[in-house]
């Protein structure tokens, strides 16, 4: 994502202290990072025709306005906030249609945010109701390889801007990343067999 504008990390703050002004500043600066975001998502999903970009945005938008008192720490807080809320929205979007149809749910691919995924990973898909599943049981087990998770694939964060969130190293964020992955894909493919 392009570097913010200087006043973000000001406008946020004054937003979370309720001032309507700051909010209303900061909303067309940050909608077009929204709008990539969840292209990114959207472009990973089979969608077609069923949630548009737009939609999207809006309804984690709404998801964030309606949170009370969150003191936003800046940037990279609220476009995890916005991954989050992008998430849980296309989780519930997948269930009903799975519940709908009978569908085996939406399928994502977990690859790196920065596209230098293994090749073998690149291409495989999971459901993102058993992704969800999976990240909820990686946090319970590893917090910080769950935030890892979230930062660099769900917000689209580099490997250097996901360290400085978590005051670890670079290279702590890259082997935590592989390793979270790897977990995430063996998870994947234990619900995939139990289900086969």
């Known amino acids: 994502m392009p570097g913010p504008p200087p006043q973000l990390t000001r406008l946020l703050l004054d ?64 476009f995890r906030a916005a991954a989050v809320a992008m998430r849980r929205i296309l989780v519930d979007h997948a269930r009903a249609r799975a519940a709908e149809k009978r569908d085996f749910g939406q399928q994502v691919t977990l690859t790196d945010a920065a596209g230098a995924g293994e090749p073998e990973e690149k291409d495989q898909n999971v459901d993102i109701v058993a992704l969800d599943k999976a990240l909820a049981m990686l946090a319970a087990l590893d917090e910080r390889k769950a ?31 592989g390793l979270a992955r790897m977990w995430l894909f063996n998870q994947l493919n234990e619900a995939l067999d139990r289900e086969g």
């Open 15 to 78: 937003w979370s202290r309720g001032d309507e002004a700051a909010f209303q500043k900061l909303m067309p600066m940050v909608y077009r990072e929204m709008r990539q975001l969840a292209r990114k998502y959207l472009r990973d999903e089979r969608l077609a025709g069923t949630m548009q970009t737009t939609g999207l945005v809006h309804e984690a938008y709404c998801k964030m306005v309606d949170q009370d008192h969150v003191e936003w720490q800046g940037r990279a807080h609220f």
């Open 147 to 177: 935030s890892i998770v979230e930062l660099r694939y769900f917000a689209g964060l580099s490997v250097e801007t996901t360290g400085e969130i978590l005051g670890i190293s670079p290279g702590t964020v890259k082997r935590e990343w």
